[in-house]
């Protein structure tokens, strides 16, 4: 069964660095998503993209923060300069349609020291 | 504004025992619902949707969701609970009108299930 995947699963960082989390949504969607849930707490949008931009985003997502797919298979979230409060589990999600369910990756778990 | 509530931080069942989660919602249109499962350490699994149609909504695992909109309620049901179904589980609701993709997530509920 087709599935997301992210890379890495587990990143720790200095405060101040830049960081790229990876995604390969599931290959015949065509809509992208970015979620993170801090530890404990409930899960946040953060940005959607169809049709190589940005569709929607939220007010988590400022201008620390970018997407970006590469190629034909890749979904990339940058954060530009952590921040402590950045630490949290990163989602990538992807869905056929704006109004099919979205299919999670397993996180990455993003440690900003 | 779109929301959406998960009265119970956590719910404790029995093994064998009919479990159920309370998700209730508010949008301004017409609800898309979903609910996900999450397992320690894990990504979030679909679990079942309501776009249309009938409003009992079977899913994985067993589980069933019944949306009532006079209730503005979408709760998660399973006849006979696993140890296994333990896990965290979310309610997310879209606004089918809203022209917006994102969704609007519960806190999340606890689900322990007790052999």
């Known amino acids: 069964e087709p599935e997301v995947t992210q890379t890495p699963s587990h990143q720790v960082t200095q405060m101040g660095q830049e960081v790229i989390l990876r995604c390969v949504p599931i290959s015949n969607h065509l809509y992208f998503y970015w979620y993170r849930q801090i530890l404990g707490q409930k899960v946040e949008f953060l940005v959607s993209?169809?049709?190589?931009?940005?569709?929607?985003k939220s007010e988590i997502f400022d201008d620390q923060f970018s997407v970006e797919r590469p190629d034909g298979s890749n979904f990339t979230l940058k954060i530009r300069s952590t921040k402590l409060e950045d630490s949290a589990m990163y989602f990538c999600?992807?869905?056929?349609?704006?109004?099919?369910?979205?299919?999670f990756g397993p996180g990455t778990r993003l440690t900003v020291l | 504004a779109q929301s959406v509530a998960q009265p119970e931080d956590q719910v404790n069942v029995a093994e064998g025992n009919p479990l159920t989660v309370k998700c209730t919602y508010s949008v301004s249109g017409n609800p898309y619902l979903f609910w996900y499962v999450q397992y320690p350490n894990r990504g979030l699994q679909f679990l079942l949707k309501y776009i249309t149609g009938d409003n009992l909504v079977k899913g994985s695992y067993g589980f069933e969701a019944e949306f009532n909109k006079s209730q503005t309620s979408f709760h998660l049901k399973k006849p006979s609970a696993l140890v296994s179904d333990s896990a965290l589980y979310f309610c997310?609701?879209?606004?089918?009108?809203?022209?917006?993709?994102?969704?609007?997530w519960g806190a999340g509920t606890k689900l322990i299930i007790k052999p």
């Open positions: 999600a992807s869905s056929e349609s704006s109004y099919n369910e979205q299919f």
């Open positions: 997310a609701v879209r606004d089918w009108e809203d022209s917006n993709y994102q969704l609007i």
């Open positions: 993209f169809y049709n190589n931009e940005i569709s929607e």
